[in-house]
């Protein structure tokens, strides 16, 4: 009997032995409510995959960058496992072509969903490791997500500049930076905020935005220029 999976197979880099595992990974509960064709759907198969997906993530990080801190280590298996991510590689490999939704699902753009894409590659990686053991899933890990593993390192403070530059002059100089308002312009209900990040009273970056959270994200970012991760910080 033909495998309609093998080219999805071939793409993760996993061969199923027992196919009814991956053909629920790649059940939608929307399928599953309108049809009598299955029992179940891939929503527990999710719970399986994002920890066994969590568990190699982390060994292989452990194993690769042996001089990254805890922090580290949790900020790039984040990157590597949420749920943006996961869409991505799951649309490269056209899993949405295989996902059985239900009419409603499929007739809104359910195939092209993040939230579908992401939870069912997910599924997959647990139905994996049901039908082969964590040797499965490291299998897609290498075939899916090791070439993800430098970027997410290069980005891992991407979501989070005012951490990353608190951490480094903390770790660095001792000292912590401070945000002020520079400027502010426009209307009440349409301002543009200026702010500056200062480091012992010296500004070393400046962010627009529409509002402070926002203006400070920028100022951190302009100010993580002057200080790379791996480089010894200027002294005053």
Not at 102 to 114: D, L, N
Not at 125 to 140: N, S, T
Not at 156 to 185: C, F, V
Request: glycine share 8%.
């Amino acid at each position: 009997m033909r495998n309609p999976y093998r080219p999805l197979e071939k793409s993760i880099g996993y061969r199923f032995r027992r196919k009814r595992h991956l053909e629920t990974a790649l059940t939608h509960r929307s399928f599953r409510f309108e049809s009598d064709e299955s029992l179940f759907d891939n929503q527990r198969l999710e719970y399986l995959g994002d920890a066994a997906l969590g568990l190699v993530t982390a060994h292989q990080l452990f194993e690769h960058y042996p001089d990254f801190e805890e922090g580290d280590l949790t900020r790039v298996r984040s990157r590597l496992t949420n749920l943006k991510t996961l869409a991505i590689i799951a649309a490269r490999v056209d899993l949405g072509q295989y996902l059985r939704l239900g009419r409603g699902e499929h007739q809104s753009g359910g195939q092209q969903r993040t939230s579908n894409l992401g939870d069912a590659l997910e599924a997959v990686i647990g139905a994996a490791y049901l039908d082969g053991g964590i040797r499965a899933v490291e299998k897609i890990f290498k075939k899916l997500f090791a070439a993800e593993m430098e970027p997410a390192v290069s980005n891992r403070w991407m979501d989070n500049p005012k951490g990353a530059l608190q951490e480094i002059t903390q770790s660095r100089l001792r000292i912590s930076p401070r945000y002020r308002i520079a400027h502010e312009e426009g209307p009440a209900h349409s301002k543009v905020f200026t702010i500056d990040v200062l480091l012992n009273g010296e500004v070393i970056g400046t962010g627009k935005g529409s509002n402070k959270r926002d203006a400070e994200m920028e100022a951190a970012r302009s100010a993580l220029a002057h200080y790379p991760e791996k480089d010894t910080a200027p002294q005053d």
